[in-house]
């Protein structure tokens, strides 16, 4: 293979390069295409073997591949492509702000709805749906590099119409502005605080969003006055920090949480606590449902006692106790 068959196939695989009267080919970060990040020059060789030195502009480079500014590597053309093709979503997924759910939170969701188009009233104890859970990707973005991926966000835009079930208290995303150095300001408030407190953060109103990845958490802490649904909205606004531009467009929603009373929230928690108990120590594959029936008879009572009261109260409590302070 020759230097410009070579060339020619870099060209073909990659968008973001400029190909140099040389036969070097410029790869540049499709947030800053000005500014190229790594020079390819490859050279005439043995067929087998193609001869590519790699050089990074000094004043360009990136802290996470600090090496030295010139490498040579001896590669198959076959091995030459995979580890071109491994550098892009490298410098992709660091490089750009990303912000996502995890499966298991997604699941967790999915699972504690309500099914067959029942009502709220009418709340079930979460079953693990492992035929759901399969489909669901480990990593449900919201924003992937650097682009808000439209559909997620309809579906959020949509879910006022299907509200967060009452074991959802926390939501726990995560974010990551890689290689861009990105401002954030975001604020989220109660439309009903008669049954749901302003959401609490655990990050600062505005800030710099961390470049690494971290977690983004939500409380959603019900008063525990009364039964029925909460709205909530949230504003989310990220820029460039020197320039004071987007980064994406501003992230605006209202979504609603289903809250219970005190009482209907400590009965609800006992009613599923127990049912997970009994499953546990009396397996259907081994015991029938009578066993099980009297195992949630006696952990109800129990667990109903001024004895285990306290366990239930804790959360809205504390959820009182942190707003006001």
């Known amino acids: 293979m020759t230097n410009y068959d070579l060339v020619g196939t870099l060209k073909a695989l990659y968008a973001p390069m400029k190909v140099c009267p040389d036969g070097c080919v410029h790869v540049r970060h ?3 295409p000005s500014r190229p990040l790594f020079y390819f020059t490859a050279v005439a060789a043995p067929p087998s073997v193609t001869t590519v030195f790699i050089q990074q ?6 802290q996470l591949l600090r090496a030295a500014s010139l490498q040579e590597m001896h590669l198959s ?3 030459l492509y995979l580890n071109l093709i491994l550098l892009e979503l490298l410098v992709g997924a660091q490089g750009q702000l990303n912000l996502w759910a995890d499966r298991k939170l997604v699941a967790r969701i999915i699972e504690s709805i309500p ?3 029942k009502d709220y009233s009418s709340l079930k104890c979460p079953r693990q749906r492992p035929d759901i859970t399969q489909h669901i990707p480990p990593q449900l973005f919201l924003v992937l590099n650097g682009h808000i991926l439209q559909e997620v966000y309809d579906k959020i835009l949509h879910s006022v119409h299907r509200p967060l079930p ?3 208290e926390i939501i ?3 974010w990551r502005a890689g290689l861009e150095r990105l401002t954030y300001n975001i604020s989220m408030v109660s439309l009903n605080k008669t049954l749901l407190f302003d959401p609490l953060l655990n990050v600062a109103s505005y800030g710099i969003i961390p470049a690494m990845e971290s977690d983004v958490q939500i409380t959603l802490a019900c008063t525990g006055k009364v039964t029925g649904f909460a709205a909530f909205k949230l504003h989310l606004d990220i820029r460039r920090e020197f320039e004071g531009l987007r980064k994406i467009p501003r992230i ?9 009373s005190k009482q209907r929230f400590k009965r609800f928690h006992i009613k599923c606590d127990c049912r997970a108990q009994c499953q546990k120590l009396f397996p259907p594959v081994y015991f029938g449902k009578a066993y099980r029936k009297k195992c949630n008879q006696r952990c109800r009572r129990d667990l109903s006692s001024k004895r285990g009261t306290s366990r239930y109260n804790y959360y809205t409590h504390q959820n009182q106790q942190q707003h006001i302070n």
């Open 166 to 168: 009452p074991q959802i």
């Open 252 to 260: 605006d929603f209202v979504a609603q949480k289903y809250c219970l």
């Open 172 to 174: 726990r995303l995560k």
């Open 77 to 79: 053309p076959a091995s």
């Open 115 to 117: 099914s067959n188009g």
């Open 30 to 32: 499709a947030s800053t």
């Open 57 to 62: 502009p000094q004043a360009e480079r990136p």
